[in-house]
């Protein structure tokens, strides 16, 4: 058999296991973001892009094509008005894409058995487009490129929260040397999200995580999750999970 024969049949037998996972739509989502990312500029795998300062350019004019420029969002140009979709699958660099998939592969899965695999879809593309938006409507003027899944997957952590508050989540935590700790959900999540709010009223108009974005998407995952399912169930018996530090909708 041929090497692209062997890569074919290694490519449909993954397709067949994500398809007949418990959680495929999650497991495609992870899939279609590291490809992107591998194709892309960003990776720094690409020769075509060149090194040094060609792929710096490279990598600029990437961001702007794909990412979500606030100042150019309201202008009314078709091209701009479909960026909050095409940035949910663009990464700004390895620890963006790492950082993000990991939380998209920790809680995911179970939300998206809670929701179904039609709804899960529908959900996570709509909060990750109103989260850019809503940053975006906060930070008009700002030219900075915004990309990245983080809304949408904080719009999962806030689901999460709501269905299975009592979720056992393996946390690292710095000030106990990262010694992994359990913690319940109720727990982990709101203070993470209570770290990205103070970390959003820290944060500059240069360069840097859209701490915004993240607490957009927690409040509308949280809020649709109340909302559509009424008063959580009791998952008491749920998987451990680890629950490293986020990393957030890049701004290159």
């Known amino acids: 058999m041929?090497?692209?024969?062997?890569?074919?049949?290694?490519?449909v037998r993954?397709?067949?296991?994500?398809?007949?996972?418990?959680?495929?739509?999650?497991?495609?989502?992870?899939?279609?973001?590291?490809?992107v990312f591998l194709v892309g500029p960003a990776s720094g795998l690409g020769p075509a892009y060149g090194t040094g300062d060609d792929l710096l350019a490279a990598q600029r004019a990437y961001f702007r094509r794909w990412g979500v420029i606030p100042a150019e969002l309201f202008e009314g140009s078709a091209g701009s008005a479909l960026t909050p979709a095409t940035a949910l699958f663009v990464h700004g660099s390895w620890v963006h894409l790492l950082g993000n998939m990991l939380f998209l592969y920790v809680f995911g899965a179970m939300t998206e058995e809670r929701m179904g695999r039609v709804q899960f879809t529908l959900f996570y593309v709509g909060c990750g487009c109103l989260a850019l938006l809503g940053y975006a409507a906060v930070n008009a003027d700002s030219?900075?490129?915004?990309?990245g899944a983080s809304?949408?997957?904080?719009?999962?952590?806030?689901?999460?929260l709501y269905l299975f508050p009592?979720?056992?989540?393996?946390?690292?935590?710095?000030?106990?040397?990262?010694?992994?700790?359990?913690?319940?959900?109720?727990?982990?999540?709101?203070?993470?999200?209570?770290?990205q709010w103070l970390a959003a009223g820290r944060a500059s108009d240069g360069p840097g995580v859209a701490y915004l974005a993240h607490l957009v998407g927690f409040?509308?995952?949280?809020?649709y999750a109340s909302v559509?399912?009424?008063?959580?169930?009791?998952?008491?018996?749920?998987?451990?999970?680890?629950?490293p530090a986020p990393e957030g909708e890049n701004q290159p």
């Open 2 to 11: 041929s090497m692209i024969g062997k890569w074919s049949a290694s490519f």
């Open 14 to 35: 993954a397709g067949r296991s994500v398809a007949g996972s418990s959680a495929p739509v999650t497991y495609s989502l992870i899939a279609l973001c590291c490809a």
């Open 143 to 147: 030219g900075q490129s915004l990309v």
């Open 151 to 160: 809304g949408a997957i904080s719009a999962v952590l806030g689901a999460f």
């Open 166 to 195: 009592r979720a056992r989540v393996t946390s690292l935590l710095p000030f106990l040397f990262f010694l992994p700790v359990r913690f319940p959900a109720w727990v982990v999540l709101p203070f993470w999200a209570a770290l």
């Open 219 to 223: 409040g509308l995952g949280f809020g």
């Open 228 to 243: 559509r399912y009424g008063r959580p169930t009791s998952p008491t018996r749920v998987k451990p999970a680890p629950a």
